[in-house]
């Protein structure tokens, strides 16, 4: 199966439109202030900022040969949602849940974190214990166990540079 991370294209406005409520969905189990709204509309809506063009935002799409499985949302500094010092923050990862356990996820954030290299700030909402299970294996493997465990505004947090991967196969 071909697994691609690209760069979402103006074009592909609308594909990430509609896969992005479903992000929020998974997320509102975890609470973190996701709700809808009285028409319906998943409440903090984040994606506008990211389409916007503005320097750091890098709206990334994941496809499993050929067809949409995910997406990722990589800040670059100065991004001002993250720590100074660090050159990348993943803000969000989704991958569609029929493609889970099939190491999609790995394989996606190991393209990503290629792709970026730099020093990286991954967090997840600390109620939301399976994120950190995965974030913590995955870049555990990615970087031969060399990263930093930590908190980010309370909760659970991975920091690491990517140009110091251990070069494993995907």
Same mark, same amino acid.
């Given at each position: 199966?071909?697994?691609?991370?690209?760069?979402?294209?103006?074009?592909?406005?609308?594909?990430?439109?509609?896969?992005?409520?479903?992000?929020?969905?998974?997320?509102?189990?975890?609470?973190?202030?996701?709700?809808?709204?009285?028409?319906?509309?998943?409440?903090?809506?984040?994606?506008?900022?990211? $389409? =916007?063009?503005?320097? @750091?935002?890098?709206?990334?799409?994941? %496809?499993?040969? *050929?067809?949409?499985? /995910?997406? !990722?949302?990589?800040?670059?500094?100065?991004?001002?949602?993250?720590?100074?010092?660090?050159?990348?923050?993943?803000?969000?990862?989704?991958?569609?849940?029929?493609?889970?356990?099939?190491?999609?996820?790995?394989?996606?954030?190991?393209?990503?974190?290629?792709?970026?290299?730099?020093?990286?700030?991954?967090?997840? $909402? =600390?109620?939301?214990? @399976?994120?950190?299970?995965?974030?913590? %294996?995955?870049? *555990?493997?990615?970087? /031969?166990? !060399?990263?930093?465990?930590?908190?980010?505004?309370?909760?659970?947090?991975?920091?690491?540079?990517?140009?110091?991967?251990?070069?494993?196969?995907?």
């Amino acid at each position: 199966m071909t697994l691609s991370v690209l760069p979402v294209s103006p074009a592909e406005h609308t594909l990430l439109r509609n896969l992005y409520p479903l992000y929020l969905h998974d997320l509102s189990e975890f609470g973190g202030g996701y709700s809808l709204d009285a028409e319906g509309l998943w409440q903090p809506d984040y994606l506008p900022y990211w $389409l =916007s063009g503005k320097e @750091g935002c890098h709206p990334m799409l994941f %496809r499993l040969d *050929g067809r949409p499985v /995910g997406f !990722a949302m990589v800040g670059q500094a100065p991004f001002p949602f993250m720590t100074p010092g660090r050159d990348f923050h993943l803000s969000e990862f989704f991958v569609l849940r029929g493609a889970r356990q099939h190491g999609v996820g790995r394989r996606t954030a190991f393209a990503l974190f290629d792709l970026f290299p730099g020093t990286w700030e991954l967090s997840q $909402l =600390s109620s939301n214990q @399976g994120a950190t299970v995965f974030w913590r %294996r995955v870049i *555990g493997e990615y970087m /031969g166990g !060399a990263f930093e465990d930590t908190t980010l505004d309370g909760n659970p947090a991975q920091v690491f540079d990517s140009r110091k991967r251990a070069r494993i196969s995907p």
